[in-house]
């Protein structure tokens, strides 16, 4: 079965930086789309970056462009979000997805909280 788990989380100051990661199981990873979505308290999930499967090619939020950047390891079967120059308002869960036969798939989600 499709699995998806994030880890990376954590508390960072303003100015900051974090990885996260997310393990992929279940599926020919190397095939599919994967995506970063994030949820912060009393919002809708919102998209962050998306990678493509072929080519690699990236898709940022424009509140993120520039400081965040979304890459894959096809062999280990992982997609990373490097997030740099962190801002209090970039706390939130952070959740990996994939659309795999039509249905999404998503992890668990990590914290991802920016605070001093």
């Known amino acids: 079965q499709v699995q998806l788990v994030e880890s990376g989380g954590g508390l960072v100051q303003p100015g900051g930086s974090l990885r996260l990661s997310c393990a992929a199981s279940?599926?020919?990873?190397?095939?599919?789309?994967m995506s970063w979505y994030r949820q912060a308290p009393g919002k809708e999930r919102e998209l962050v970056a998306t990678?493509?499967?072929?080519?690699?090619?990236?898709n940022y939020a424009d509140s993120v462009n520039g400081r965040f950047t979304i890459s894959r390891d096809n062999a280990k079967k992982t997609v990373y979000l490097q997030m740099n120059s962190l801002k209090p308002e970039d706390t939130a869960v952070y959740y990996c997805?994939?659309?795999?036969?039509?249905?999404?798939?998503w992890g668990q989600g990590t914290q991802v909280t920016v605070s001093s």
């Open positions: 997805k994939t659309t795999y036969y039509g249905r999404h798939y």
């Open positions: 990678i493509t499967n072929a080519s690699g090619s990236t």
């Open positions: 279940g599926f020919t990873f190397s095939l599919y789309v």
